[in-house]
């Protein structure tokens, strides 16, 4: 594949790309150009950056950053405490200004934010998530919290807090033990009449016993779950914010395809040259989903001779499989020894279990192993439009929302070094 696309470029870009050394490449996304270059690679790298959305975080989320305590703190690695640590303050400083009694997480997975809203912000939380499993093991998890960080925490003020008890949002009882808390349901947002029907439901019970202002939180929400999430937001008016951080945007339905979900705005499906044509390929959305520039901009050389060998073997591996009619086992080839090509086709073989792998891969390489230096230059192009397509997926949602006449805006939320995934809309009504 790389050799395919590399190849395509002009034949005086890849000239001058395969000169750069390792620091050369690692600036190029940030708008490096050089008087050598042909003007139009010196515009698209140029032009790149200038596209790219500004993810420098603000002051105000540092500040609203939360500490974790006993209680929330267990079984989180450092990116997922820096998340949830600034997830969380966002969302209070959103309860606050819309005074809202409680939030809805959606995507909940094993409740992390959740537990932190519950035990350090004094916000309680439902959390909605598919996997029945995840709703369980969050459930234990935020009852092991409260006994390692009892507390009588109250509600944050200026939130009116509410309890959650079975598949509903309560009125907070006052006394010892009652504070806010996190629950998990079993729900599937995908869309559906019968999914829509049941998150209808839950808000009805929660209304009726007097929870009428609820935010919305997601974090890295994948593929439709974004999407979904915005058009739960504005068919609820009991709803009236919205935290949401996307991830996975290639999962999202195809463009065109009934319900598809990019581009959503009107503004930008008037960008579209033909009916029925894609604005972004799959492979496109893919790209807007992968390391951002910050990332590239710190390998070292070490990592880029890591990454180059890993990519033109695992490509060497998916064409001599192809010919061989066999599927590649990703679990199998992430096992694989990649020293060099000898060490790779040798373990490989052994993995697969099958002898002529081995010379299959080293005669594919002696033919194509000229082409291995295109994998870091073609990456540093990647890496250029990486930020251009995420910055046009999440303006597309954001104006999809000010054409509903929603107040939202693209706030960076987290360390881009830290967690790729780093822009959350923010929507107030």
Known sequence: MTYFFFCSTHSEWRDHLLQLNYEEMNATPFGRTKDTWPSSLNEFVTTSDKLCLDRTVPEWV???????????????????????????????CM???????????????LGYLGRCLALECGVSVMGVEAK???????????????RKAPSNLEPCSGIATSCCHGDRLHPP???????????SVSLCLDGTAQSCEQMKGLLQQSESVGVVRLGVVGLHCCGDLTPYTQKLFLSHPSIRHLVLVGCCYHKMRQPHACGGHFPLSALVKGLMPAQGQRIVSTLALRLAAQETRERWRKQSNGNHSNHEKQMAFRAIAEAVLSDKGSPLNGKLIRR???ADIGSFAESLSILMKDPSLKDKLLTYHATYGQFVAYVEPFTALQTCMQGVLEGLIVLDRCVYLWEQGIQAEMVPVFDEDISPRCIALLATR
């Open 336 to 338: 694989a020894n990649y």
């Open 62 to 92: 540092k500040e609203a950053e939360v500490k974790l305590g006993l209680g929330t703190r267990g079984g989180l690695s450092p990116k997922k405490v820096h998340e949830v640590c600034r997830l969380a303050g966002v969302v209070k």
């Open 173 to 183: 009882k006052h006394g010892p033990g009652n504070g806010p808390s996190n629950v």
């Open 132 to 146: 029945q499993e995840l709703t369980e093991s969050a459930q234990r998890m935020m009852e092991d919290g409260r």
């Open 95 to 109: 309860c606050l200004k819309m005074s809202c009694q409680a939030v809805i997480d959606i995507g909940s997975g």
